[in-house]
C-alpha cells in the first residue's frame, strides 16, 4: 500500500493541475466562441467554411478588442467615446452598471496605478491573529477626513479557497505591514490553504536547513 500510495500520489500531481487548467481555458475558450452568435448566422465561419474552428471566437474577440484600442487612442476616437458615455449617462441603471465597471477596470489594469500591487500582513480578525490582504487604494477621500487621525489605506482580506469574497478594512499605514511577495505568490498562497510558499521562503528556508 505504502508503494501504491507513493506513486498514486506522484501521479496525481501531475494529472489534476493539467486537468484543471485544460478545464478553465476550455471554459473560457467556449465562452468567447459565443461571441460569433452576434455575426449573422449566414456569415458564421461554421456556415461559410463548412466546419467549426475551435477558438475561433477567441481570435476575433482579441482582434476586436485590438482595434477598438487602436480607433479610441486618436482624437476622433475620443471624441466618440465621450458621446457614447454621454448618452449611457443619460440611461438610469446602465450609467451606474457601466460607469463602475470602467472606473474597476481602470485602476486595475492602469500601469500606474497603485491597487493590488502590495501584499500585506494585517491582525484580523483580533489581535494577534494575522491575515493575508492586498492594498486597494491609497486615496480614501472622506473615510480618512470624517475622523483624526483617520485611516490611510485600504485593504482588501479575500476568503479562502474563493478570493472573490472577503472584507474591505480601512486602516492605519502603522498597522499593515508589507511584504516582499508578489501579488501572484499571495493568490498561490491563499488558493493552497498557506501549503505553497513563495519562492523567496522556500529558499530561505532551504538556506536555514543547509547551514544547520
Wanted: with cysteine; proline share 7%.
Amino acid at each position: 500500500m505504502r508503494f501504491f500510495r507513493k506513486y498514486f500520489i506522484a501521479g496525481l500531481l501531475v494529472w489534476v493541475p493539467l486537468g484543471v487548467t485544460v478545464l478553465i481555458i476550455k471554459l473560457l475558450v467556449d465562452m468567447l466562441d459565443k461571441v460569433l452568435l452576434l455575426v449573422p448566422a449566414e456569415y458564421q465561419p461554421e456556415v461559410l467554411l463548412g466546419f467549426k474552428i475551435p477558438g475561433f471566437g477567441v481570435v476575433v474577440s482579441v482582434v476586436v478588442v485590438f482595434v477598438t484600442g487602436m480607433i479610441v487612442a486618436n482624437l476622433f476616437g475620443r471624441q466618440l467615446i465621450r458621446l457614447w458615455e454621454a448618452m449611457l449617462s443619460r440611461i438610469p441603471l446602465v450609467k451606474g452598471i457601466y460607469s463602475a465597471v470602467k472606473q474597476l477596470l481602470e485602476t486595475l489594469v492602469s500601469p500606474s496605478g497603485k491597487s493590488f500591487r502590495k501584499v500585506l500582513l494585517v491582525e484580523y480578525p483580533r489581535p494577534g491573529c494575522w491575515s493575508l490582504a492586498f492594498q486597494t487604494s491609497e486615496e480614501l477621500g472622506e473615510v480618512s477626513q470624517k475622523k483624526q487621525p483617520g485611516p490611510e489605506v485600504a485593504v482588501f482580506i479575500p476568503t479562502t479557497p474563493n478570493p472573490t469574497s472577503g472584507f474591505l478594512l480601512f486602516l492605519p499605514r502603522q498597522d499593515i505591514v508589507e511584504l516582499d511577495m508578489s501579488v501572484d505568490e499571495g493568490l498561490k498562497m491563499l488558493l493552497s490553504f498557506g501549503m505553497v510558499l513563495p519562492e523567496s521562503t522556500k529558499q530561505q528556508l532551504i538556506d536555514e536547513h543547509g547551514a544547520s
